[in-house]
């Protein structure tokens, strides 16, 4: 059974950045896909980007050319580095792997 803890939410004024953490234990994690996906309220749950088990990524076309997904397998860890945030993108942070949901972090983007 995964297990996973996020980190790394938190306030920023708009243009800031942060780094999303998803430590994940059980499982074997190099063989999985993942994803980081975000719920703002009001909105339905969205996905903002993903990898694949080979390193392969995508991202939802608002946040192209400012967040990066990556992967470190030694350390069963997923990130998500925003950079230029925007108010819009407020919201609870999820990672997603092996049919496991984390906790969810938030992330406000306020000046």
């Known amino acids: 059974q995964v297990q996973l803890v996020e980190s790394g939410g938190g306030l920023v004024q708009p243009g800031g950045s942060l780094r999303l953490s998803c430590a994940a234990t059980?499982?074997?994690?190099?063989?999985?896909?993942m994803g980081w996906y975000r719920q703002a309220p009001g909105k339905q749950r969205e996905l903002v980007a993903s990898i694949s088990s080979g390193g392969s990524t995508n991202y939802v076309g608002s946040v192209k050319g400012r967040f990066t997904i990556s992967r470190d397998n030694a350390k069963n860890t997923v990130y998500l580095q925003m950079n230029s945030l925007k108010p819009d993108d407020t919201a609870v942070y999820y990672c997603f792997i092996a049919g496991t949901w984390g906790q969810g972090t938030q992330v406000t983007v306020s000046s």
């Open positions: 059980g499982g074997i994690f190099k063989l999985y896909a």
